[in-house]
């Protein structure tokens, strides 16, 4: 299974932008990039996901690296509501290419934002 | 509203005593999966479904169950628990079972203690 690696954790403060990068350099051509954050108490919510191009949603962007090997997701103005644990997974299908059903979630990244 | 409901929220069991947790979903998902989620080691895999009466084995799929007899619902079953299963457990779903592109919906978790 393709994994991604990111960081343990990282700071900001309010009000100013976020860059969470990922790895992922054992990414196949028919994979696609997710992120999700997991607040405090909560399950995870779907951030933001991606193949090739860079996208851009109501939460966040997700620029995605031309070799496809790294990506990053952008917070553009950090909140407190944002402090929460970040994870890049890849969407991907099985070897025989039969079953998409299988995902690996790494440790993700613990994002604390100061007042 | 759309979501992914799970129950029990809390579940205090002894060893050995069957239980099932239960997960629902109302958005005529194809895809449902369920996940445990252990300190530092992240979201692991149990079991998904790509459809209905169609399971498979995710990360750690030992000590458990799972059938999906109806859309809807893809409860886990652990017939013999034991102190290390003890844990917070999610289910998440997804449309369609082939979508490497689709969002995971997550529930809210179940915190399952086993003593």
């Known amino acids: 299974d393709a994994k991604t690696t990111q960081p343990n954790s990282m700071e900001s403060n309010e009000e100013e932008p976020v860059h969470l990068p990922c790895n992922h350099s054992?990414?196949?051509?028919?994979?696609?990039i997710h992120w999700y954050r997991q607040l405090p108490s909560q399950g995870p919510e779907y951030v933001i996901h991606?193949?090739?191009s860079n996208v851009n949603n109501r939460m966040a962007s997700l620029a995605i690296a031309e070799d496809r090997k790294s990506s990053t997701l952008i917070l553009h103005r950090a909140t407190l509501r944002d402090a929460a644990v970040y994870y890049c997974?890849?969407?991907?299908?099985?070897?025989?290419?039969?079953?998409?059903?299988?995902?690996?979630f790494g440790q993700g990244t613990i994002l604390t934002v100061h007042p | 509203e759309a979501q992914v409901t799970q129950n029990p929220r809390y579940l205090i069991t002894v060893t050995g005593k069957k239980l099932t947790v239960t997960c629902s979903q109302n958005?005529?998902?194809?895809?449902m999966s369920w996940y445990r989620q252990d300190p530092g080691l992240g979201l692991r895999q149990i079991y998904y479904?790509?459809?209905?009466?169609?399971?498979d084995k995710g990360d750690v799929p030992e000590g458990y169950k799972v059938s999906r007899k109806e859309k809807r619902n893809f409860p886990l079953i652990l017939e013999s628990p034991s102190p290390n299963q003890t844990s917070l457990y999610f289910c998440?779903?997804?449309?369609?079972?082939?979508?490497?592109?689709?969002?995971?919906?997550f529930g809210n978790g179940t915190r399952l203690t086993v003593t």
């Open positions: 991606g193949l090739t």
């Open positions: 054992t990414i196949s051509g028919t994979d696609y």
């Open positions: 958005m005529n998902h194809e895809y």
């Open positions: 998440a779903s997804s449309l369609p079972s082939t979508g490497l592109n689709s969002p995971l919906h």
């Open positions: 479904s790509m459809n209905v009466e169609v399971t």
């Open positions: 997974i890849l969407r991907e299908p099985n070897a025989g290419g039969t079953s998409y059903g299988k995902l690996t």
